[in-house]
């Protein structure tokens, strides 16, 4: 379940499910296609709030912070 990050990224660009409003900064369209960009509290917020659900552990997490911010 390491990997559970990447499922998320992939449902989301396949447009299996949809990113809810307040994650989204930016909503663009490019020859019909939908780009999501989030800036780094918005992915660190979803990332937490996963880890609060349950859906992904501490070590994910932690991982998915220092890539996120950099470190």
Known sequence: MSNY???IEN?????EVTVPAEY???VKSDNGTTTITLSTAD???KYKDLLDSGAIN????DAKKKQI???
Request: zero cysteines; proline letters at 0%.
């Open 11 to 15: 449902t989301i660009q396949n447009g």
């Open 69 to 71: 911010l950099g470190l």
């Open 5 to 7: 990050w990447l499922d």
């Open 43 to 45: 992915e660190l917020k």
């Open 24 to 26: 989204a900064s930016k």
């Open 58 to 61: 501490q070590a994910e997490y």
